[in-house]
């Protein structure tokens, strides 16, 4: 993930109460900190993603989806190089 994206995916958890940046130990580091709020919506969150992960992983049949994380890895990998 590159920083523009890091950034603004932080500042909508932020406004949204999830979580809480305060200032590391100098000014390049930021402390990201989960508020309840935050683990109340991950509570919520987290069987939804299960199930969607499961219809995946039951409809593409697990080697399919096995090599597909892995194609996707390599891709990631490549990427990084150029």
């Known amino acids: 993930m590159d920083r523009t994206t890091l950034t603004r995916n932080v500042e909508l958890l932020q406004k949204r109460g999830w979580i809480e940046v305060t200032a590391g130990e100098d000014r390049r580091t930021r402390i990201v900190t989960i508020t309840a709020q935050g683990n109340a919506a991950l509570a919520r969150a987290l ?23 892995l194609d996707l890895s390599a891709m990631v990998a490549l990427a990084q190089r150029t």
Request: no cysteine; hydrophobic share 40%; glycine share 4%.
């Open 47 to 69: 069987p939804l993603w299960k199930k969607a992960q499961s219809h995946v992983v039951e409809t593409l049949g697990e080697a399919r989806w096995s090599t597909m994380r």
